[in-house]
């Protein structure tokens, strides 16, 4: 891992073209378009203890957002790693539930 090494010597692309948003996968940890990540976010609805992780297809939903690849690898992954709590700062031993995500990501599986 060095310092900022910006020489890309891939597909020498126009600099004119606007770079889109790039955003860190929690389960993988690649760098990716926001646009092929899946936005989530976690919601407290109150009947349950723990935080629900609810997919956040149109990315307009307030608060932190951790960004996963849709693929369940990934999803597992970041669940195994614990890592939307952290991403999503929740408070630590507070359950989150991904049962919304994994619907959504599974399917393909
Ligand atoms: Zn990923």
């Known amino acids: 891992m060095g310092a900022a090494a910006r020489h890309c010597s891939g597909s020498a692309t126009p600099s004119a073209?606007?770079?889109?948003?790039?955003r860190t996968c929690v389960g993988c940890r690649r760098r990716d378009e926001q646009t092929a990540l899946l936005r989530v976010v976690a919601v407290r609805d109150g009947t349950t203890p723990g935080w629900t992780l609810v997919p956040?297809?149109?990315?307009?939903?307030?608060?932190?957002?951790?960004y996963v690849h849709r693929d369940p690898e990934c999803l597992r992954t970041a669940i195994a790693r614990r890592a939307f709590g952290r991403a999503l700062r929740l408070p630590?031993?507070?359950?989150?539930?991904?049962?919304?995500?994994?619907?959504?990501?599974?399917?393909?599986?």
């Open 17 to 22: 073209a606007p770079r889109p948003p790039v």
């Open 56 to 66: 956040d297809e149109r990315r307009r939903a307030p608060g932190r957002g951790a």
């Open 92 to 109: 630590a031993g507070s359950g989150t539930d991904p049962a919304d995500v994994q619907e959504l990501v599974g399917q393909q599986a």
